[in-house]
T-cell receptor
Framework: GQQLNQSPQSMFIQEGEDVSMNCTSS?????WLWYKQDPGEGPVLLIA?????ELTSNGRLTAQFGTTRKDSFLNISASIPSDVGIYFC???????????FGTGTRLQVTL | KAGVTQTPRYLIKTRGQQVTLSCSPI?????VSWYQQTPGQGLQFLFE???????NKGNFPGRFSGRQFSNSRSEMNVSTLELGDSALYLC??????????????FGSGTRLTVV
């Protein structure tokens, strides 16, 4: 099945550093979502984006809906240990009523 | 309000057997979607049910099926299990109407191991 290209695949960073990750698609989406998944749990929604160019923040997280509607970006500022997990982007078109997920970015934070 | 409840959390089955997983959505949500998560293929869409009707289906063989009851609870069934069916099966519920999808809430999943 289709997966969106997400990079980087994994990151090791120090506490307090900023993190950037992105997601690209060959298809256009009208909604972009970012999820975080902890081990053994389901994904939890972090941020939802609904129109091209939109920039939305949720605490230390900021995400952007790319202007081409084929990409999205997530930034985490001043990382803390509880940011550890796997981050997924997901695209949604509405007509297909399904989420297409990215390949995931595994984030590890060292003290 | 209570979240999405999936049962059982863990399951071990033998090749060739069949399995049924259950998902109870958030109260008032009428849409339930199922996803398979594996290390190799990531999160893949299985199917979506809305008001007891399958509204969309992913690219999985016919061994994978589902249904939704009048109270919106959903079950998925996998027949003739194969080793490759070992995965975390996630369900997500939403109101199912409107174009905004932020209402997708995932359950904790059922970890299926086929031996």
């Amino acid at each position: 099945g289709q997966q969106l290209n997400q990079s980087p695949q994994s990151m090791f960073i120090q506490e307090g550093e900023d993190v950037s990750m992105n997601c690209t698609s060959s298809s256009i989406f009208n909604t972009w979502l970012w999820y975080k998944q902890d081990p053994g749990e389901g994904p939890v929604l972090l941020i939802a984006l609904y129109k091209a160019g939109e920039l939305t923040s949720n605490g230390r997280l900021t995400a952007q809906f790319g202007t081409t509607r084929k990409d999205s970006f997530l930034n985490i500022s001043a990382s803390i240990p509880s940011d550890v997990g796997i981050y997924f982007c997901a695209g949604y078109t509405g007509t297909a009523s399904k989420l297409t997920f990215g390949t995931g970015t595994r984030l590890q934070v060292t003290l | 309000k209570a979240g999405v409840t999936q049962t059982p959390r863990y399951l071990i089955k033998t090749r060739g057997q069949q399995v049924t997983l259950s998902c109870s959505p958030i109260s008032g949500h009428r849409s339930v979607s199922w996803y398979q998560q594996t290390p190799g293929q990531g999160l893949q869409f299985l199917f979506e049910y809305f008001s007891e009707t399958q509204r969309n289906k992913g690219n999985f063989p016919g061994r994978f099926s589902g249904r939704q009851f009048s109270n919106s609870r959903s079950e998925m069934n996998v027949s003739t299990l194969e080793l490759g069916d070992s995965a975390l099966y996630l369900c997500a519920s939403s109101s199912g109407t409107g174009s905004r999808v932020s209402g997708y809430t995932f359950g904790s999943g059922t970890r299926l191991t086929v031996v």
